[in-house]
């Protein structure tokens, strides 16, 4: 079992930066594939961003504009978020699998955050 906390969330207008910060509580970290999701009102869970030991992924429609790392001393990943879009407002999730590739299917994650609320002004 794994706790996960985001944090980082808020409002910034377009074109705008902000970081996401996932910190899981677990001995094992460096053997999670963690994933960052978002959901907007009405609309399906979405893949934003994953990353494994060797690599990471990303959704279409962030690509080139997120980056997503990891400090296993920290137990903690990150979703640096820049040139913010009206269309990135959503609630953004953490998710955890213990894995050794990325996977954008959030049913392939047993383990989710609270979520955080990023709002980006038009």
């Known amino acids: 079992q794994v706790q996960l906390v985001e944090s980082g969330g808020g409002l910034v207008q377009a074109g705008g930066s902000l970081r996401l910060s996932c910190a899981a509580s677990t001995h094992t970290f460096s053997g999670y594939v963690l994933g960052w999701f978002r959901q907007a009102p009405g609309k399906e869970r979405e893949f934003v961003a994953a990353i494994s030991w060797s690599g990471s992924t990303y959704g279409d429609s962030v690509k080139g504009r997120f980056a997503i790392s990891r400090d296993n001393a920290k137990n903690t990943v990150y979703l640096q978020m820049n040139s913010l879009e009206f269309e990135d407002t959503a609630v953004y999730f953490c998710?955890?699998?213990?894995?050794?590739?990325?996977?954008?299917?959030?049913?392939?994650?047993?383990?989710w955050g609270q979520g955080t609320q990023v709002t980006v002004s038009s």
């Open positions: 998710a955890a699998r213990v894995a050794s590739r990325t996977i954008a299917d959030p049913s392939a994650y047993p383990y």
